[in-house]
């Protein structure tokens, strides 16, 4: 493990005994990029993104948390992505590398936290493997009643080309061809198979119970500050969500995983 920057944030690097790595931002445990051990980059992030920590980084792997996109009347995508996290474990063996970091109420802006006032504990675990990054979010209700909350794990997918990336496996829309602006909610199977640009991932989560599946098309890019006007070809978002809000009893954790594999 190394501690790096992205941007003017503190960030931290694991590498995996194969040479794949990952680089997440203090700032919203924000996965910033994934590097398999071909040296190839696998998470889009904006060119004009921020990165220090005045606004959500716009890429990679923004932790939604307690509220999806505007589903209530609490912080767009809730607060998990605005907050500085700690970094609580990390370590390597034989084939593996890993971080977990973690966040309660006490580490929200005060601002942000008046709009949600639970105590909770989260935390997130990134595992490099060979040909493979695992994600697991925790959600703990540390106070004395229950809460409800949405959670969702929102990656963005870099592609040379969106038009020329299939998507197998949604119940609804099989095989999915990414064309002009996409907002979709799934149902979700636990599996998905992403084509692309000759590389072929498996999509792979447990205990959410949604995909989102979104790219914002031309004219949503373009109303995006974060967001050059091109890019919007170069990624697609594929996300395990628990989209509407759940309640949490107290003292119970909820544990959401996604995997991602690279598959020959
Ligand atoms: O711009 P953001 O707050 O990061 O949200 C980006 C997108 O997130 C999700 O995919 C939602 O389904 C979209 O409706 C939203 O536009």
């Known amino acids: 493990m190394k501690m790096v920057t992205f941007g003017d944030l503190p ?10 790595e990952a680089t ?33 980084i716009r890429g990679g792997v923004p932790v939604i948390f307690p509220q999806f996109s505007t589903r209530g009347t609490g912080q767009r995508h809730g607060v998990a ?11 390597s063996d034989a084939t593996t590398a890993w971080a977990e970091f973690a966040l309660t109420q006490h580490d929200v802006p005060p601002a942000l936290a008046a709009g949600w006032p639970h105590a909770f504990a989260l935390t997130l675990r990134f595992t490099l493997r060979p040909g493979a990054i695992d994600m697991r979010f925790t959600v703990t ?13 929102h990656t963005y997918y870099a592609v040379d080309d ?19 602006k996409l907002d ?12 692309h640009d000759g590389a072929k991932l498996r999509l792979q989560q447990q205990g959410f119970t ?33 989209v509407d ?10 544990t959401g995983d996604h995997s991602i594999t690279v598959t020959p």
């Open 24 to 56: 997440i931002a203090l700032y919203g445990a924000h996965l910033a990029s994934w590097k398999t051990s071909d040296g190839r980059e696998r998470l889009f992030m904006s060119e004009r993104s921020p990165r220090d920590g005045s606004a959500a």
């Open 245 to 254: 809000k759940g309640a949490l009893a107290a003292g119970a954790t909820w």
């Open 81 to 91: 992505r605005l907050s500085h996290w700690r970094l609580v474990d990390h370590g």
């Open 210 to 242: 949604e995909w989102v599946v979104w790219n914002p098309g031309a004219e949503g890019a373009a109303a995006l500050n974060d967001m050059a006007d091109d890019e919007w070809q170069r990624f697609v978002c594929i996300e395990p969500a628990r």
């Open 11 to 20: 960030a931290v690097c694991i590498t995996a005994p194969d040479g794949a």
């Open 141 to 153: 209700n540390t106070g004395d009643a229950s809460f409800d909350f949405a959670a969702a794990l």
């Open 184 to 195: 979709n909610i799934y149902a979700a199977p636990p599996e998905l198979a992403l084509t």
């Open 162 to 180: 969106f038009t020329r990336t299939v998507l197998e496996g949604l119940p609804e829309a099989t095989p999915l061809h990414f064309g002009p």
